[in-house]
């Protein structure tokens, strides 16, 4: 045990989510070392669901381009169904996250046509890059996505380690099929998210801002 609890914290506090990339690719040596790492995260029956396809270059800009169809024609269709909704603290959550967002980047509330401007740059990948899809196995079900889950954590955290910035993305698995199709991938694994990847823009308004988080108070249930 080399690293201390302090150390760890920093880590995980310094990570957020980045919605503006410089162009700078990620040395290939340095995306191998983020995924070697991300691999240690448990899993049920150390099955290792997780598969990733990692975009760069024109590979990326294709990737933007299909997704950018494939919104303008419509068709959302999540392999895993998207939350039915968000009612109380998760609201308030929700809510609080999405304003800091649109105060950073100057989108003033009941713009409509501003917000959805800013949530279409998910398509763009926020400019990143590199992109890696995610997907699990689809007869692990639920439990196939929670250890991906992990995953994605521990690559955005890793990234974070070697100077990455990262966003996963749950909005690019909004169009899996056209992913499944445009990356063939088959049909019996899950598309769960994207991780756009890169150099964050540190002067961008869009990574001006950080999310806070709930005291520990609120989300234990002590017993004992
Ligand atoms: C599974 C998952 C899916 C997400 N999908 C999106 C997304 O589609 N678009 C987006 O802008 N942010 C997305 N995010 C980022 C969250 O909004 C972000 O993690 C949250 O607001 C907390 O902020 P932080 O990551 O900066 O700490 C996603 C995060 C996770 C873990």
Redesign the pocket.
């Known amino acids: 045990m080399t690293m201390t609890f302090s150390a760890f914290d920093a880590l995980l506090a310094s990570?957020?989510?980045c919605?503006a990339f410089r162009p700078d690719p990620v040395p290939r040596a340095v995306i191998e070392r983020i995924l070697g790492a991300a691999c240690k995260v448990p899993s049920w029956c150390n099955a290792q669901p997780w598969q990733a396809v990692i975009t760069s270059g024109a590979e990326t800009d294709a990737l933007r381009a299909v997704l950018k169809d494939a919104v303008e024609a419509g068709g959302h269709a999540p392999d895993l169904p998207f939350p039915t909704g968000y009612s109380g603290v998760y609201q308030q959550r929700r809510r609080d996250?999405g304003w800091a967002?649109y105060d950073a980047v100057g989108v003033t509330r009941g713009d409509r046509a501003a917000s959805a401007r800013q949530s279409m740059r998910?398509f763009d990948l926020f400019d990143a890059p590199h992109c890696a899809i995610i997907s699990s196995p689809a007869e692990l079900g639920a439990y196939g996505a929670l250890d991906c889950?992990g995953f994605?954590?521990a690559f955005t955290l890793a990234a974070q380690a070697e100077g990455v910035a990262t966003?996963?993305?749950?909005?690019?698995a909004g169009f899996s099929p056209v992913l499944h199709r445009h990356f063939g991938i088959g049909d019996d694994r899950l598309i769960l998210?994207g991780i756009s990847f890169g150099y964050a823009d540190p002067d961008a308004p869009a990574n001006s801002f950080?999310?806070d988080r709930a005291p520990v108070d609120e989300i234990v249930d002590w017993r004992g």
Do not use: D, E, H, W
């Open positions: 990570r957020f989510s919605r996250c967002l998910n889950g994605v954590t966003i996963p993305q749950a909005a690019l998210c950080r999310t």
